[in-house]
């Protein structure tokens, strides 16, 4: 599997691309209307973008979505049902794996020493003001 997605009750926690996933041409898993834009940039040799700014348009964003992007190491990220604390899904990824964390509890391992490259919306207020701790993870 190249592309994956990882929902539970409907609610969409994570989509991974995975490192052997080559598009032909650009391709963007999340919907348009997502907040957070994921997916693979493709082109042929030769492609040229031309020079170009974007438009600024006011946006609302009332979540925060989280890509990361593994150069070298293992992450284990486990996924969790909010009412329960019920752990229903995990995933390891390894160099050239990346994931979006789009909603739901989730965490984050190191199984070995890793560099990531991560990205998310920002301003960043701090743990203490940006995350929920669940209490009730079993």
Same mark, same amino acid.
């Given at each position: 599997?190249?592309?994956?997605?990882?929902? /539970?009750?409907?609610?969409?926690?994570? #989509?991974?691309?995975?490192? &052997?996933?080559?598009?032909?041409?650009?391709?963007?898993?999340?919907?348009?209307?997502?907040?957070?834009?994921?997916?693979?940039?493709?082109?042929?040799?030769?492609?040229?973008?031309?020079?170009? &700014?974007? /438009?600024?348009? #006011?946006? +609302?964003?009332? &979540?925060?979505?989280?890509?990361?992007? +593994?150069?070298?190491? /293992?992450?284990?990220?486990?996924?969790?049902? #909010?009412?329960?604390?019920? #752990?229903?899904?995990? +995933?390891?990824?390894?160099?050239?794996?990346?994931?979006?964390? +789009?909603?739901?509890?989730?965490?984050?391992?190191?199984?070995?020493?890793?560099?990531?490259?991560?990205?998310?919306?920002?301003?960043?207020?701090?743990?203490?003001? &940006?995350?929920?701790?669940?209490?009730?993870?079993?």
């Amino acid at each position: 599997m190249m592309f994956e997605r990882i929902e /539970k009750n409907g609610i969409l926690y994570a #989509e991974v691309i995975w490192k &052997d996933f080559s598009p032909e041409k650009t391709r963007f898993m999340s919907s348009p209307e997502r907040s957070f834009q994921f997916g693979v940039v493709a082109h042929e040799a030769g492609y040229e973008e031309p020079p170009h &700014d974007h /438009k600024k348009i #006011e946006r +609302v964003i009332s &979540d925060l979505q989280q890509a990361i992007f +593994v150069i070298s190491g /293992k992450l284990l990220i486990r996924f969790f049902i #909010e009412e329960t604390g019920e #752990e229903f899904e995990n +995933v390891t990824l390894g160099p050239g794996d990346a994931i979006c964390l +789009v909603h739901g509890p989730h965490s984050i391992s190191t199984l070995e020493r890793v560099k990531c490259l991560s990205v998310k919306q920002g301003p960043f207020r701090g743990d203490e003001n &940006d995350k929920i701790i669940l209490n009730n993870v079993r």
